[in-house]
């Protein structure tokens, strides 16, 4: 999940989210992945603190793999690229295309009315409240691959970091292997001497909690 300054087209909530200032827009790209796809869109849609929108975008999958993103997502939602379009180019695209969600948008955002349509009351405290009552928000890409099916807090619990350190802007959650849930695939990357990927993981090594 990385910072952008594009976020996505309108899909708001009424209520407000768990950590509502951080605008979240899920960028989902798919290639001949109509295997693993039912079970990464289920996660996407059945987060616990769900995204305020999502595009994906499919790069001439020979397979499903776009009918399936276009059911569960909608046409308006899907993106279809060229077969040779890489991972990057594609969630540019996405990223460009979708617009920014503002205030507007999702008026959980802005400072609630005086008026009180159930109790037919006018609240007067409202009126103390700032014009954003929880901060500027702060707009996100969660980037996701066709494989790559998200456990039901996994955006919570980014969001969890980014809410308390404002100087992450770029978070990324524990990655598992798909045919073998417990080999650590990824827990963060950096950069060898060699200017090589290194995750600093033992080969098949297994999650016992050891990096949470």
Not at 41 to 65: F, H
Not at 113 to 141: A, F, I, K, M
């Amino acid at each position: 999940m990385s910072v952008h300054s594009h976020s996505a087209a309108p899909n708001a909530a009424a209520a407000a989210p768990e950590f509502p200032r951080h605008v979240v827009t899920a960028v989902l790209v798919s290639h001949d992945g109509a295997r693993w796809l039912p079970d990464v869109l289920a996660g996407l849609l059945g987060q616990e603190r769900p995204v305020q929108n999502v595009i994906a975008a499919d790069t001439g999958s020979a397979d499903d793999s776009a009918r399936l993103v276009t059911e569960a997502l909608g046409d308006e939602r899907v993106l279809h690229l060229a077969r040779r379009t890489s991972f990057g180019t594609a969630v540019d695209e996405a990223a460009r295309t979708a617009g920014i969600l503002t205030p507007d948008d999702l008026p959980y955002l802005k400072r609630p009315s005086g008026w009180d349509p159930q109790t037919r009351t006018w609240v007067d405290e409202n009126y103390d409240l700032p014009e954003l009552p929880h901060g500027e928000p702060v707009q996100w890409l969660w980037l996701l691959h066709d494989d790559c099916a998200p456990e039901p807090d996994a955006l919570a619990a980014m969001l969890r970091v980014v809410d308390t350190d404002q100087h992450a802007t770029i978070v990324g959650p524990k990655l598992r292997g798909w045919y073998d849930r417990k080999q650590l695939l990824e827990v963060g990357v950096s950069i060898a001497n060699s200017g090589r990927r290194w995750t600093g993981l033992d080969r098949r090594e297994q999650d016992q909690g050891q990096h949470d």
